[in-house]
């Protein structure tokens, strides 16, 4: 469930996600600055410490594109989100590293999210 924050300037959700190591908690918080139009978007994930490098991107119509520069493995990255509202009332996620500064791109993670009927969600 997404909930707004800052009156509006954000918003925070938190999930229960279920992948081959098992269940785990985690957490995005997405902060949008008025000043440069941009949003970011920090995840916490509840298998370790800290708050992962914030995604600084924006939305151009219904698509939006974040960036990030990391590690994984030890190594540097490059990090891309992307997600698109769809008319249908779905979202389509996306995240790709790459490895060489964004000339080539490794799709990782996909996510379709569903809009869930009015009072079927509970806090």
Do not use: C, H
Request: negative net charge.
């Amino acid at each position: 469930m997404v909930q707004p924050i800052l009156g509006g300037l954000g918003n925070i959700d938190e999930n229960v996600l279920q992948d081959p190591g098992g269940r785990y908690l985690a957490t995005s918080l997405r902060l949008f600055d008025p000043r440069t139009g941009s949003w970011s978007i920090r995840w916490i994930d509840g298998r370790q410490d800290g708050i992962d490098v914030p995604l600084v991107g924006r939305f151009d119509g219904r698509l939006g594109s974040f960036y990030a520069d990391d590690e994984f493995e030890g190594r540097p990255i490059r990090i891309r989100f992307t997600y698109e509202d769809r008319p249908s009332g779905t979202a389509f996620w996306t995240q790709a590293f790459s490895p060489d500064g964004g000339r080539s791109w490794e799709l990782n993670w996909t996510m379709l999210f569903t809009r869930a009927p009015p009072g079927t969600l509970r806090p």
